[in-house]
C-alpha cells in the first residue's frame, strides 16, 4: 500500500543512556527514598534513580545493530540538553560529536533518524533559573536548538522540537508528581504558552538555517469516547478539544507533521476514565487499539503527514506486545485506507528504560534489558513486529 513506510521504534536520552547531569537526576536523588516508602517498599531506593540507565551512550551500536536485524528502517532518540550546554551559553562539541556519530551510526545502517531536542530533562543551570517558566526558556531553547541542527542538520531530515508538552506540564505543574513539584493551574497554562513560545521560535530559526528540514512535535494523544447520551458526547468533545487539540492548534503554522503518542483511551460516562479495562498493562492502562483509528480519522482535519511517534506497553512477561502491536498497526491500516496520511509508526521503546517517577520497574522494550549485566534479550513480540514489518502494508 505505501512504499518508503518508516518502522521502527523510540528511546530518550534520560531513559536510556545513564550517567546525565540535569534537573531529574538532581530530583531522583532527592525523592528516591521517599518514592520507595510509597510504594510500600516494593520497589527498593535504587530503582528510582537513573544512574547507570541502559548505558546506551556506550552502547549504542549494538542497540542499531538490534534494531537492523529486527527489520526497522527508522529510530527516534533525543538529544541531552544537558550534556550539550551544561553551563548556560558554552555548547560543548564532543558531546555535539557523540550524537553526530549516532546519527552516522544510524545511516549505517538504513535507519532514519528523528531526533527529539526536548525529551523533558532541564540542565540544572536552566532549571535553577526556573526552568520553562524562566522569562529566557522560548530564548534559550530555540539558541540550543538551532545549534543543535545547525551542527547535526546535514545528516536530519526529520526533528522533533518538544516530547508531549501537555504530558509534562500536567505532572510538573498540576500534579506536582515531577520537576518541580507545582500545583498550579496559572502556572501550568504559563509552562504550556512558554513551551509553544519555544518551539515556535525554534522552528522559525531552524527553517531559517534550513528550509528542507522537517520540524513537527510529538503529542499524547488520549481517545475520549462518549458513554452515549448529549452530556457525555458534549464532555468528550470537550475533552478532545482541550487535550487533544490545545497544543496543537495553536502551533499549526509552525509544524510541518504531527508526532502521535498513543496510550490512552478514556470513556467519558458521567465522569472521566469509565474504561472497561477488560485488558490492561503492568502499570494498569487499559490497552485500547481501536481509539488509535478514531484519533489518526481526528486528525486528517489539518492534512499534515502524521508519524506516530510513540505506542506502547508496560509488559514484563512479553504476554500482549504482540498481539497489541498488530492490532495497533490493523487499526492504523483502517484508519490509512479512510484518508488519514500516516507515514511511521516508531513503537515505544526499542530498550527497557527508565520510566520517570516510577524507575526501572515498568518494562516497555522490544528488548530486555539486564540491568545487573547490561545483556540485551530481544523479547518474542519483537520478532512479531519484524514479520510485519516484513510483510508491510
Ligand atoms: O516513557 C514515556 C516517554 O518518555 C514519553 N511517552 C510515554 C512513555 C511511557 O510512559
Same mark, same amino acid.
Not at 528511546?11 to 532527592?30: F, I, L, M, P
Not at 527498593?44 to 552502547?59: M, T, V
Not at 513551551?195 to 525554534?202: E, G, S
Given at each position: 500500500m505505501k512504499e518508503n513506510f518508516l518502522w521502527g521504534a523510540a528511546t530518550a536520552s534520560h531513559q536510556v543512556e545513564g550517567h546525565n547531569h540535569n534537573d531529574w537526576s538532581v530530583w531522583e536523588k532527592e525523592n528516591a527514598e521517599r518514592l520507595s516508602r510509597e510504594s510500600d517498599g516494593k520497589y527498593p531506593p535504587e530503582n528510582y534513580i537513573s544512574g547507570q540507565a541502559c548505558d546506551h551512550y556506550n552502547r549504542y551500536e549494538e542497540d542499531?545493530?538490534?534494531?537492523?536485524?529486527?527489520?526497522h528502517n527508522a529510530h527516534r532518540f533525543s538529544v541531552e540538553w544537558s550534556r550539550i550546554e551544561p553551563e548556560e551559553g558554552k555548547f560543548d562539541e564532543r558531546e555535539i560529536e557523540h550524537y553526530r556519530n549516532i546519527i552516522k551510526a544510524l545511516r549505517a545502517r538504513?535507519?532514519?533518524?528523528?531526533?527529539?531536542?526536548?525529551?523533558?530533562?532541564?540542565?540544572?543551570?536552566?532549571?535553577?533559573?526556573?526552568?520553562?517558566?524562566?522569562?529566557?526558556f522560548p530564548e534559550r531553547f530555540a539558541r540550543y536548538a538551532d545549534r543543535v541542527s545547525d551542527a547535526l542538520g546535514e545528516h536530519v531530515r526529520f526533528w522533533i522540537t518538544i516530547n508531549e508538552p501537555e504530558i509534562y506540564v500536567l505532572n510538573s505543574y498540576m500534579r506536582g508528581l515531577w520537576p518541580p513539584e507545582k500545583k498550579n493551574l496559572v502556572?501550568?497554562?504559563?509552562?504550556?504558552?512558554?513551551?509553544?513560545?519555544?518551539?515556535?521560535?525554534?522552528?522559525?530559526?531552524?527553517?531559517?538555517?534550513?528550509?528542507?528540514?522537517?520540524?513537527?512535535?510529538?503529542s499524547n494523544f488520549s481517545y475520549f469516547e462518549s458513554g452515549g447520551g448529549i452530556v457525555n458526547a458534549l464532555c468528550a468533545w470537550l475533552a478532545d478539544k482541550n487535550? !487533544?487539540? &490545545? @497544543?496543537? #492548534? =495553536? /502551533?499549526?503554522?509552525?509544524?510541518?507533521?504531527?508526532?502521535? !503518542?498513543? &496510550? @490512552?483511551? #478514556? =470513556? /467519558?460516562?458521567?465522569?472521566?476514565?469509565?474504561?472497561?479495562?477488560?485488558?490492561?498493562?503492568?502499570?494498569?492502562?487499559?490497552?485500547?487499539?481501536?481509539?488509535l483509528y478514531h484519533l489518526l480519522l481526528g486528525l486528517r482535519q489539518f492534512q499534515k503527514p502524521i508519524y506516530i511517534t510513540e505506542n506502547g506497553l508496560a509488559d514484563a512477561g512479553d504476554t500482549h506486545r504482540a498481539w497489541f502491536i498488530e492490532e495497533h498497526i490493523r487499526y492504523m491500516k483502517k484508519a490509512m485506507e479512510e484518508g488519514a496520511d500516516v507515514r511511521g509508526y516508531l513503537h515505544w521503546s526499542l530498550l527497557d528504560n527508565f520510566e520517570w517517577d516510577k524507575g526501572f520497574w515498568?518494562?516497555?522494550?522490544?528488548?530486555?534489558?539486564?540491568?545487573?549485566?547490561?545483556?540485551?534479550?530481544?523479547?518474542?513480540s519483537a520478532l512479531e513486529y519484524k514479520k510485519i514489518i516484513e510483510e508491510g502494508l
Amino acid at each position: 500500500m505505501k512504499e518508503n513506510f518508516l518502522w521502527g521504534a523510540a528511546t530518550a536520552s534520560h531513559q536510556v543512556e545513564g550517567h546525565n547531569h540535569n534537573d531529574w537526576s538532581v530530583w531522583e536523588k532527592e525523592n528516591a527514598e521517599r518514592l520507595s516508602r510509597e510504594s510500600d517498599g516494593k520497589y527498593p531506593p535504587e530503582n528510582y534513580i537513573s544512574g547507570q540507565a541502559c548505558d546506551h551512550y556506550n552502547r549504542y551500536e549494538e542497540d542499531f545493530d538490534i534494531a537492523k536485524s529486527l527489520g526497522h528502517n527508522a529510530h527516534r532518540f533525543s538529544v541531552e540538553w544537558s550534556r550539550i550546554e551544561p553551563e548556560e551559553g558554552k555548547f560543548d562539541e564532543r558531546e555535539i560529536e557523540h550524537y553526530r556519530n549516532i546519527i552516522k551510526a544510524l545511516r549505517a545502517r538504513g535507519l532514519e533518524p528523528f531526533v527529539t531536542l526536548w525529551h523533558w530533562t532541564l540542565p540544572v543551570w536552566l532549571a535553577k533559573k526556573g526552568g520553562v517558566l524562566a522569562d529566557e526558556f522560548p530564548e534559550r531553547f530555540a539558541r540550543y536548538a538551532d545549534r543543535v541542527s545547525d551542527a547535526l542538520g546535514e545528516h536530519v531530515r526529520f526533528w522533533i522540537t518538544i516530547n508531549e508538552p501537555e504530558i509534562y506540564v500536567l505532572n510538573s505543574y498540576m500534579r506536582g508528581l515531577w520537576p518541580p513539584e507545582k500545583k498550579n493551574l496559572v502556572l501550568f497554562y504559563k509552562a504550556l504558552w512558554s513551551i509553544r513560545r519555544a518551539h515556535q521560535k525554534a522552528y522559525q530559526s531552524m527553517k531559517h538555517t534550513n528550509q528542507f528540514t522537517f520540524i513537527g512535535v510529538s503529542s499524547n494523544f488520549s481517545y475520549f469516547e462518549s458513554g452515549g447520551g448529549i452530556v457525555n458526547a458534549l464532555c468528550a468533545w470537550l475533552a478532545d478539544k482541550n487535550w !487533544n487539540f &490545545y @497544543f496543537l #492548534n =495553536r /502551533i499549526r503554522k509552525t509544524t510541518d507533521f504531527i508526532g502521535l !503518542n498513543y &496510550y @490512552f483511551h #478514556n =470513556r /467519558i460516562n458521567y465522569g472521566i476514565n469509565k474504561n472497561e479495562n477488560k485488558v490492561v498493562s503492568d502499570m494498569g492502562w487499559e490497552l485500547y487499539p481501536e481509539g488509535l483509528y478514531h484519533l489518526l480519522l481526528g486528525l486528517r482535519q489539518f492534512q499534515k503527514p502524521i508519524y506516530i511517534t510513540e505506542n506502547g506497553l508496560a509488559d514484563a512477561g512479553d504476554t500482549h506486545r504482540a498481539w497489541f502491536i498488530e492490532e495497533h498497526i490493523r487499526y492504523m491500516k483502517k484508519a490509512m485506507e479512510e484518508g488519514a496520511d500516516v507515514r511511521g509508526y516508531l513503537h515505544w521503546s526499542l530498550l527497557d528504560n527508565f520510566e520517570w517517577d516510577k524507575g526501572f520497574w515498568p518494562r516497555f522494550g522490544l528488548v530486555e534489558i539486564d540491568y545487573q549485566t547490561m545483556k540485551r534479550k530481544i523479547r518474542p513480540s519483537a520478532l512479531e513486529y519484524k514479520k510485519i514489518i516484513e510483510e508491510g502494508l
